[in-house]
């Protein structure tokens, strides 16, 4: 498998990196996932601004431009033409001291690789769980305990998603946002929920307001028995629906007219708007 780490491609076998890197000790690090369609990129630009602004929150500095073109370039080397993602992160530094406090002078690493993703993913069952995590959750930070640890209880319990809520209030999934159709209206909870502003929730958001009722709107667990369809959204997986959640027998439609026609109309934009 192809990688770049500090800027050159490199077989990820080859990569050295010391176990003092902040990324090692501390997960000092932020990152993004661009996914490629046929050989392009996806909303290039919006993950480019959403990895500065993670950066920023952490004070690490980013050339952007560079980032960019470092992703077109492995993908152009790793993905030929097909559809896949580019996984790039950006860590504080090697930094002996382990402390707390960073210097500013520390050295800036980066670390990405390219992967393929599969066509389809079949409808998951989901377990409705506490969210546990921090209180900026719209870092994309690879310090991501809370998710791994609900998901693995999750996945114990025989379920391959998360639902969490925070005061019965539903903020996103393990590795995705969350949508909920009820009759004809489509929402989502509002980014100040504490969640990661999503670029696949954004665009469905963006593009597809005037012709579905989509609203950004609290969302209390209880809309769960009420739902028609509940699926999720993400950049690797695209629109993926939720069939069963676990410990309740709420009925959700594979068919429903309105996520049929959503769905059919996202994949579609996915071929032909970037
Ligand atoms: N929420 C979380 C917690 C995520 O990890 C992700 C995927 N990185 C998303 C939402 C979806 O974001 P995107 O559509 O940009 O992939």
Known sequence: MLG???GNILPVEEIKISPFSRAYTFSDAVYEVVPFFKGKPIAMDLHMERLVKSCHAI????????????????????????NGYVYYQLTRGVDKSRSHIYSNNLQCESFG????TSQTIAPQKAKIVQD??????DIKSTAL??????????????????IMHRNNFITESGSSNIFIVKDAKIMTPPREANILAGI?????IKNFS????????????????????VFLTSSTKGIMP??????NNYIFSKDHPIFMDLKNQFDKFLETAF
Request: hydrophobic fraction near 45%; include cysteine; proline fraction near 1%.
């Open 4 to 6: 770049i780490f500090n």
């Open 59 to 82: 004070g690490i500095e980013v050339e952007h431009s560079v980032v960019q073109a470092e992703i077109i370039e492995l993908a152009n080397l790793a993905l030929n033409n097909s």
């Open 113 to 116: 690789y390219a992967a393929h």
């Open 132 to 137: 546990i995590r921090w209180a900026r959750c």
């Open 145 to 162: 305990l809370g998710n791994i640890l609900l998901m693995n209880q999750a996945y114990a319990d025989g379920c391959s998603e998360i």
């Open 200 to 204: 696949t929730r954004e665009l469905l």
């Open 210 to 229: 005037k012709s579905f009722e989509i609203a950004e709107e609290p969302c209390h667990i209880d809309l769960l028995a009420e739902a028609n369809v």
């Open 242 to 247: 939720i069939n069963e959640i676990e410990g």
